[in-house]
C-alpha cells in the first residue's frame, strides 16, 4: 500500500521534527532560564516583581552594535518612538547590561519641554549580554527594548587606555551643539566630562594596595531655569562619561552642567549657547 | 666577531627542526600537542604577508644568539593556542633574558624548554614587553626561578586592572588555558634601565602612552637588535590600546641610527624601515579621518560607518580590529 507508506512515512517525519523540536528547546532552555534569571534578579531590584514591563515597541527603540568593538567603549542610543508631550512623555530611562558586574548603567530622568526624548551614551560591556533600555512614561507605565551584544574580541579590555591622562584631565567639561538650534525646535547636543569613572581594584596582591573606585555619580544639565535631564549611574558608563540629548531653546541662555563624583567631588561649568539668527 | 665566538661559546647548535619536539627533555603532552598545533596552522595559512615560510621552526636565530618564536598572524584561538605574538630570548656569555612569554603557561613551558636546549646557562630576566595576554601570559612558567622580572613602570596597575578579565576571555577560549595565571613584575622601569648577561648589555626604554600605557622596548647592543613588541606589527593590523598620538610620537624616534636589526611584535624580522612606514601611514591616515569626522560632528557610529572599510595596505585582520582602533582614536581625539 504505497499510500498508506506515504502517511506513515510523513507521520514518522512528523515525529522526528517534533523530537528535534523538543531536542532543541530543551538545549536551549538552560541559557534561556539563565540570562533569564539575571534580569529577573535586577528586575525586582530596580522596579519590584509586581510592576508589569511592556514591550517598548511604539514608545522607545534601542540601537547597539551587534559586537562591541572595544569593550571600553561601546556607543549605545535610545530613540523615542513617542512624542514628549506634557500630557504623555517619558520621564526616565534605564539602561541595563546584565553581565556586566554592575549591570545598572544609570537612570536618565527627562522633561516634556524637550520635545524628544532621545538620549545616547557609551558604556563598557565585558561579555556576551543583553543591553536594555526600559523607559518609564507619565503615567507610570514601563517599555522595555532590549539587544544582544556580543562581546569585543582581541586584547581589548573594559579599562583604561591612559590612565595617567585620565587623571590628570580630571574634571575637564565640553560642550557641543550638534548642528543649528533654532529657537523653539527641538534640537542635539552633545555633553561630555573627562572622568576615569574607575571601578577601583587591588594593584598589588602582596602590600594590598587599592586604588579606590571613582566614578560618576550624578550629571544634571539645564539651559537657564528649565531642566534638560538628570543623569544617575554608575561604572558601568564608559570613561569619560558622554550623552548625546535633546533640548528646546526659547531663548539665548546658559546651559549649565554640574556633575558630583564618588567622592563627593563637585564639578560646574556654564556655556553661552548659541540660536540660529534665522530662527 | 671575537665577541660573537666567545658568546657563542657553550651555545649548542642551532635546532635543525624543532628544538621542543626534538628535545630529550619529557614535555607535557598538552604542550606538545599545542606547539605542533600551531606548526600545522601556520604551514597551511597561506595569506599575503603571512610567516607561513618560517613557522616549521618555532625558535629560530635571526641574529647571534637571539631566538624568535613567530606568532601565527591570526586572532587567538583554540587551534592555534593563542600564539600569536612574536617572542623569544637572547644569549649572553654567562646568562639569558626571555623576552614575552606568550599567552599560555604551556608557552611559557616551552620557551623554557626551547632556552635550554640551545644554552645551558641560566635565565636571568624575564621581560614583559607589555600588558596584552599574547606577550606575558606565560611568565608563570619561570616562578620557580630566581630572575629579575622586569616591565614597564604601568604593567603592575595595568595587570591588576585587566589580567583577570584576560584570564577569563583566555579560559573560555579553551579549558586548556585555564591553568594559567599572570605574574606581575618585581623591577619596574620609568624611563630606561640596563642589564648586563654577561658582554651583552641590553638597554630597556619605557614608553610614553603608544600601543598601550605601559610598552617597554629592548635594544641589543651587541648585534643592533631592537626588540620593538607591539610598537611595530608587519602585516597584521596594528591595534590601538593606549595613544594614538603617543604612538605616532614614538615612531618618529623609534628607529635609532644604531638599529640595524627589528623584532616587531608580529610579522617579520626586517630592518624596521618598510614595517614603519607602513604601520606610520596607517596611523595617520586613521588619526587624519577620526579627526575630519569629529571636526564635521559625527558621532562614533558615523564615523565608523564611514571609516570601515579602508584598507590600503592589505593588511591581515583588518576586519577584526579596524573598528576597534577608529573607536580607540576617537575617544581620544574628541578631547583635543
Given at each position: 500500500?504505497?499510500?498508506?507508506?506515504?502517511?506513515?512515512?510523513?507521520?514518522?517525519?512528523?515525529?522526528?521534527?517534533?523530537?528535534?523540536?523538543?531536542?532543541?528547546?530543551?538545549?536551549?532552555?538552560?541559557?534561556?532560564?539563565?540570562?533569564?534569571?539575571?534580569?529577573?534578579?535586577?528586575?525586582?531590584?530596580?522596579?519590584?516583581?509586581?510592576?508589569?514591563?511592556?514591550?517598548?515597541?511604539?514608545?522607545?527603540?534601542?540601537?547597539a552594535?551587534?559586537?562591541?568593538?572595544?569593550?571600553?567603549?561601546?556607543?549605545?542610543?535610545?530613540?523615542?518612538?513617542?512624542?514628549?508631550?506634557?500630557?504623555?512623555?517619558?520621564?526616565?530611562?534605564?539602561?541595563?547590561?546584565?553581565?556586566?558586574?554592575?549591570?545598572?548603567?544609570?537612570?536618565?530622568?527627562?522633561?516634556?519641554?524637550?520635545?524628544?526624548?532621545?538620549?545616547?551614551?557609551?558604556?563598557?560591556v565585558?561579555?556576551?549580554?543583553?543591553?536594555?533600555?526600559?523607559?518609564?512614561?507619565?503615567?507610570?507605565?514601563?517599555?522595555?527594548?532590549?539587544?544582544?551584544?556580543k562581546?569585543?574580541?582581541?586584547?581589548?579590555?573594559?579599562?583604561?587606555?591612559?590612565?595617567?591622562?585620565?587623571?590628570?584631565?580630571?574634571?575637564?567639561?565640553?560642550?557641543?551643539?550638534?548642528?543649528?538650534?533654532?529657537?523653539?525646535?527641538?534640537?542635539?547636543?552633545?555633553?561630555?566630562?573627562?572622568?576615569?569613572?574607575?571601578?577601583?581594584?587591588?594593584?598589588?596582591?602582596?602590600?594590598?594596595?587599592?586604588?579606590?573606585?571613582?566614578?560618576?555619580?550624578?550629571?544634571?544639565?539645564?539651559l537657564?531655569?528649565?531642566?534638560?535631564?538628570?543623569?544617575?549611574?554608575?561604572?558601568?558608563?564608559?570613561?569619560?562619561?558622554?550623552?548625546?540629548?535633546?533640548?528646546?531653546?526659547?531663548?539665548?541662555?546658559?546651559?549649565?552642567?554640574?556633575?558630583?563624583?564618588?567622592?563627593?567631588?563637585?564639578?560646574?561649568?556654564?556655556?553661552?549657547?548659541?540660536?540660529?539668527?534665522?530662527? | 666577531?671575537?665577541?660573537?665566538?666567545?658568546?657563542?661559546g657553550?651555545?649548542?647548535?642551532?635546532?635543525?627542526?624543532?628544538?621542543?619536539?626534538?628535545?630529550?627533555?619529557?614535555?607535557?603532552?598538552?604542550?606538545?600537542?599545542?606547539?605542533?598545533?600551531?606548526?600545522?596552522?601556520?604551514?597551511?595559512?597561506?595569506?599575503?604577508?603571512?610567516?607561513?615560510?618560517?613557522?616549521?621552526?618555532?625558535?629560530?636565530?635571526?641574529?647571534?644568539?637571539?631566538?624568535?618564536?613567530?606568532?601565527v598572524?591570526?586572532?587567538?584561538?583554540?587551534?592555534?593556542?593563542?600564539?600569536?605574538?612574536?617572542?623569544?630570548?637572547?644569549v649572553?656569555?654567562?646568562?639569558?633574558?626571555?623576552?614575552?612569554?606568550?599567552?599560555?603557561?604551556?608557552?611559557?613551558?616551552?620557551?623554557?624548554?626551547?632556552?635550554?636546549?640551545?644554552?645551558?646557562?641560566?635565565?636571568?630576566?624575564?621581560?614583559?614587553?607589555?600588558?596584552?595576554?599574547?606577550?606575558?601570559?606565560?611568565?608563570?612558567?619561570?616562578?620557580?626561578?630566581?630572575?629579575?622580572?622586569?616591565?614597564?613602570?604601568?604593567?603592575?596597575?595595568?595587570?591588576?586592572?585587566?589580567?583577570?578579565?584576560?584570564?577569563?576571555?583566555?579560559?573560555?577560549?579553551?579549558?586548556?588555558?585555564?591553568?594559567?595565571?599572570?605574574v606581575?613584575?618585581?623591577?619596574?622601569?620609568?624611563?630606561?634601565?640596563?642589564?648586563?648577561?654577561?658582554?651583552?648589555?641590553?638597554?630597556?626604554?619605557?614608553?610614553?602612552?603608544?600601543?598601550?600605557?605601559?610598552?617597554?622596548?629592548?635594544?641589543?647592543?651587541?648585534?643592533?637588535?631592537?626588540?620593538?613588541?607591539?610598537?611595530?606589527?608587519?602585516?597584521?593590523?596594528?591595534?590601538?590600546?593606549?595613544?594614538?598620538?603617543?604612538?605616532?610620537?614614538a615612531?618618529?624616534?623609534?628607529?635609532?641610527?644604531?638599529?640595524?636589526?627589528?623584532?616587531?611584535?608580529?610579522?617579520?624580522?626586517?630592518?624596521?624601515?618598510?614595517?614603519?612606514?607602513?604601520?606610520?601611514?596607517?596611523?595617520?591616515?586613521l588619526?587624519?579621518?577620526?579627526?575630519?569626522a569629529?571636526?564635521?560632528?559625527?558621532d562614533?557610529?558615523?564615523?565608523?560607518?564611514?571609516?570601515?572599510?579602508?584598507?590600503?595596505?592589505?593588511?591581515?585582520?583588518?576586519?577584526?580590529?579596524?573598528?576597534?582602533?577608529?573607536?580607540?582614536?576617537?575617544?581620544?581625539?574628541?578631547?583635543?
Open positions: 500500500m504505497p499510500q498508506q507508506r506515504k502517511a506513515e512515512t510523513y507521520c514518522l517525519h512528523g515525529i522526528t521534527i517534533a523530537i528535534l523540536a523538543a531536542i532543541l528547546i530543551i538545549a536551549k532552555a538552560p541559557i534561556a532560564v539563565a540570562n533569564d534569571e539575571t534580569w529577573q534578579d535586577i528586575r525586582a531590584s530596580l522596579y519590584g516583581s509586581d510592576r508589569v514591563i511592556h514591550d517598548g515597541e511604539g514608545v522607545i527603540k534601542l540601537d552594535p551587534d559586537r562591541a568593538l572595544d569593550a571600553a567603549t561601546v556607543p549605545i542610543s535610545v530613540t523615542a518612538e513617542m512624542e514628549q508631550t506634557e500630557e504623555h512623555y517619558i520621564r526616565a530611562v534605564t539602561l541595563v547590561i546584565d553581565e556586566n558586574p554592575a549591570p545598572v548603567v544609570g537612570t536618565f530622568h527627562l522633561f516634556p519641554g524637550n520635545g524628544i526624548a532621545n538620549i545616547s551614551t557609551r558604556v563598557r565585558n561579555a556576551y549580554t543583553n543591553i536594555r533600555a526600559i523607559a518609564e512614561t507619565s503615567d507610570g507605565e514601563l517599555y522595555m527594548a532590549q539587544k544582544f551584544v562581546a569585543s574580541g582581541g586584547c581589548s579590555a573594559p579599562a583604561s587606555k591612559d590612565h595617567d591622562l585620565a587623571m590628570a584631565r580630571l574634571g575637564k567639561m565640553r560642550l557641543k551643539q550638534i548642528g543649528a538650534w533654532r529657537k523653539g525646535e527641538p534640537a542635539e547636543g552633545q555633553f561630555m566630562i573627562s572622568h576615569p569613572n574607575y571601578s577601583g581594584m587591588q594593584i598589588d596582591q602582596v602590600t594590598q594596595l587599592w586604588i579606590p573606585a571613582r566614578y560618576v555619580r550624578s550629571i544634571e544639565l539645564t537657564g531655569d528649565k531642566p534638560i535631564l538628570r543623569f544617575e549611574g554608575d561604572i558601568s558608563m564608559s570613561e569619560n562619561p558622554m550623552v548625546r540629548f535633546f533640548v528646546r531653546p526659547d531663548a539665548e541662555a546658559e546651559l549649565h552642567a554640574k556633575v558630583v563624583d564618588s567622592d563627593e567631588k563637585t564639578f560646574e561649568q556654564s556655556w553661552p549657547i548659541e540660536l540660529d539668527p534665522a530662527s | 666577531m671575537e665577541m660573537r665566538e666567545k658568546g657563542r657553550d651555545l649548542k647548535e642551532a635546532p635543525s627542526f624543532h628544538p621542543i619536539a626534538s628535545s630529550p627533555v619529557q614535555i607535557p603532552r598538552r604542550a606538545f600537542l599545542c606547539t605542533a598545533a600551531v606548526f600545522a596552522a601556520t604551514a597551511f595559512t597561506k595569506t599575503a604577508g603571512s610567516i607561513a615560510a618560517e613557522a616549521h621552526l618555532p625558535f629560530i636565530e635571526i641574529a647571534d644568539g637571539v631566538f624568535v618564536r613567530y606568532g598572524q591570526e586572532e587567538m584561538s583554540a587551534a592555534n593556542c593563542g600564539a600569536i605574538a612574536n617572542i623569544g630570548f637572547i649572553g656569555d654567562e646568562s639569558v633574558a626571555v623576552i614575552d612569554t606568550g599567552t599560555t603557561l604551556q608557552q611559557g613551558a616551552a620557551l623554557r624548554e626551547a632556552v635550554a636546549s640551545v644554552t645551558s646557562r641560566p635565565v636571568s630576566h624575564l621581560i614583559a614587553t607589555h600588558v596584552h595576554p599574547d606577550h606575558c601570559f606565560g611568565h608563570a612558567a619561570f616562578s620557580d626561578l630566581p630572575v629579575h622580572s622586569i616591565g614597564h613602570r604601568n604593567l603592575p596597575r595595568a595587570l591588576a586592572e585587566r589580567g583577570p578579565f584576560y584570564l577569563k576571555r583566555l579560559a573560555e577560549i579553551s579549558p586548556d588555558f585555564s591553568d594559567t595565571a599572570y606581575a613584575p618585581e623591577e619596574t622601569v620609568s624611563d630606561t634601565m640596563r642589564i648586563d648577561l654577561g658582554n651583552r648589555p641590553l638597554l630597556l626604554k619605557a614608553w610614553p602612552p603608544a600601543h598601550t600605557d605601559n610598552d617597554l622596548t629592548v635594544f641589543d647592543e651587541r648585534t643592533g637588535l631592537l626588540w620593538a613588541a607591539d610598537l611595530l606589527f608587519a602585516g597584521r593590523l596594528p591595534t590601538l590600546d593606549g595613544s594614538l598620538t603617543g604612538w605616532l610620537a615612531l618618529d624616534v623609534l628607529l635609532s641610527p644604531d638599529v640595524r636589526q627589528v623584532v616587531p611584535g608580529h610579522g617579520q624580522v626586517s630592518d624596521g624601515v618598510e614595517t614603519l612606514q607602513e604601520e606610520l601611514a596607517y596611523l595617520t591616515r588619526r587624519d579621518g577620526v579627526r575630519a569629529i571636526d564635521e560632528g559625527l562614533m557610529s558615523a564615523t565608523l560607518a564611514r571609516l570601515e572599510d579602508d584598507n590600503q595596505l592589505d593588511w591581515l585582520l583588518y576586519d577584526t580590529n579596524h573598528g576597534r582602533n577608529v573607536v580607540a582614536a576617537y575617544t581620544e581625539l574628541e578631547w583635543e
